[in-house]
């Protein structure tokens, strides 16, 4: 079963579009630690969303602002929302309960509100121009 999982990771770029299939793969891993957390933990946070936006803006500002290439900025890629995590989880893991759900939202409307006014990120126009996987070295 895990050579049939290989072989099929490397064929999937071929038989669909790989833009597609990475977009699939970020959500899948969103929907992982989501499950993770939820499922076995039973604990409800709302600070994911501000993890995968934190590592997004991270990602598109170096792309887009530095000129540093796509494919050597995104493979570090959970380094950056780990970084947020652990000030997040700081603040939020001796809490349980509504507790724990209400810091976590808090944080990730902290993160949302820091995304939409600071002026490197776009504000709400977002960031525009990041060069696309054709235009990267």
């Known amino acids: 079963m895990f050579a049939a999982l290989i072989v099929g990771g490397l064929v999937a770029p071929f038989l669909a579009y790989p833009t597609f299939?990475?977009?699939v793969l970020c959500f899948a891993?969103?929907?992982?630690a989501f499950n993770l957390l939820l499922g076995f933990v039973g604990l409800l946070s709302f600070g994911h969303a501000a993890f995968f936006a934190f590592g997004a803006y991270v990602c598109g500002y170096l792309c887009k602002n530095l000129g540093a290439p796509r494919r050597w900025v995104s493979w570090p890629g959970p380094r950056r929302p780990a970084c947020s995590v652990t000030v997040f989880g700081l603040l939020a893991i001796?809490?349980?309960?509504?507790?724990?759900?209400m810091i976590t939202l808090a944080l990730a409307q902290l993160v949302y509100f820091l995304e939409?006014?600071?002026?490197?990120?776009?504000?709400?126009?977002?960031?525009?121009?990041?060069?696309?996987?054709?235009?990267?070295?």
């Open 21 to 23: 299939l990475m977009k």
């Open 29 to 32: 891993l969103f929907a992982s």
């Open 94 to 101: 001796r809490r349980s309960g509504i507790y724990f759900a």
């Open 116 to 137: 939409v006014q600071l002026p490197f990120t776009g504000g709400e126009d977002g960031l525009q121009g990041i060069p696309g996987a054709a235009c990267s070295a």
